[in-house]
């Protein structure tokens, strides 16, 4: 059966490494998740984006479609944890990730060789915020004022994205060093 | 396996941050706060005051300015409309309660003095959800 990812290294030669290897991922998303779930938040559905950060390291190391399965497994997980799975803040958890997702996936296809995870980082953290007063303003109206906190969303989008690319930039070279010591 | 793990552009060689695509995409995010700062959609005015009182019910253009006395079972109730804002000045009942209503501008929430059976609202429908929790 080939593959449903494309698989980089070898430790994850095979199709069970990987899917352990992205349960792992998984896990450790929705930890993050809900650690930062912990932290006290002015506004709600601000966030860090940590857990986004996961997606991200996944879609730079193993592609689009297995970054979409640990978005999901997260989104599932989380949602189920925190008790609000099919309520309004896992339907926002869900646009808002399945939008920065997207972004992400399409900036790497695009750009992939311009940006480095910082860039696509601040990207998927704008999407997320933008989906989500989206789908605010789509089940308040246009009346709701949701957009008025568009400002906001764009200040925390370009920290936490910032802040999470960082992170994950850190990570990918610790895992190409990983790699680099493995190989002959 | 070897040319597969090679077409793919991720690995070490994408370790470059920041690029100049990242200061273009952080000073486009950054752009986006004074631009939406200054674009603001024109709120919806509504065209209608409706007032509520033991007389009846009596309907009122939001575009013209007017302060209004509304009888009631306690005493006179002041409403005034401006700027498609209305609010309520002054309040014959004991805790003036609807004064600190603040300032209805658009359909969906209501001015309300229970003493004196007061209630203005302007036409047209509202939000259709009250509140939204955590």
């Not at chain 1, 479609?65 to 869900?94: E, H, K, N, Y």
């Not at chain 1, 400002?151 to 190409?176: E, K, N, Y």
């Not at chain 2, 950054?30 to 939406?36: D, G, N, W």
């Not at chain 2, 059976?117 to 509202?126: E, K, L, Q």
Request: with cysteine; glycine share 10%; proline share 6%.
């Amino acid at each position: 059966m080939p593959p449903l990812v494309s698989v980089q290294g070898r430790q994850a030669s095979t199709a069970l490494q990987l899917r352990s290897r992205l349960a792992l991922y998984a896990a450790a998303a929705t930890l993050l998740w809900l650690l930062e779930r912990t932290l006290p938040n002015p506004v709600p559905w601000i966030r860090l984006g940590l857990a986004n950060g996961v997606t991200l390291l996944v879609l730079l190391e193993h592609g689009a479609v297995a970054a979409g399965i640990v978005l999901v497994l997260r989104l599932l997980l989380a949602a189920f944890f925190a008790g609000t799975l099919f309520g309004p803040q896992s339907i926002l958890a869900l646009g808002g990730g399945v939008a920065s997702w997207a972004a992400m996936t399409l900036a790497q296809r695009w750009g992939g060789r311009l940006l480095s995870p910082l860039g696509l980082s601040v990207l998927g953290a704008s999407a997320h915020g933008l989906a989500q007063l989206a789908l605010v303003a789509t089940v308040l109206g246009a009346g709701s004022g949701a957009w008025d906190l568009l400002p906001l969303f764009a200040i925390v989008a370009l920290a936490s994205g910032s802040c999470t690319g960082i992170v994950v930039d850190a990570l990918q070279a610790r895992l190409a060093l990983a790699r680099g010591t493995a190989a002959p | 396996m070897g040319a597969r793990r090679q077409h793919a552009p991720r690995g070490p060689t994408r370790r470059r941050a920041p690029t100049p695509a990242d200061c273009v995409v952080l000073l486009a995010v950054a752009a986006l706060v004074p631009a939406s700062w200054a674009w603001k959609p024109e709120p919806e005015r509504a065209a209608v005051l409706v007032v509520r009182s033991a007389d009846g019910e009596s309907r009122f253009e939001a575009s013209q300015d007017r302060e209004m006395e509304i009888r009631g079972p306690v005493g006179v109730t002041r409403l005034r409309l401006q700027d498609g804002e209305a609010w309520i000045v002054a309040a014959p009942c004991a805790n003036h309660f609807c004064q600190r209503l603040g300032r209805l501008r658009a359909p969906g929430r209501s001015l309300v003095c229970v003493p004196n059976r007061v209630v203005v609202c302007f036409a047209g429908s509202g939000l259709d959800v009250d509140g939204v929790t955590r």
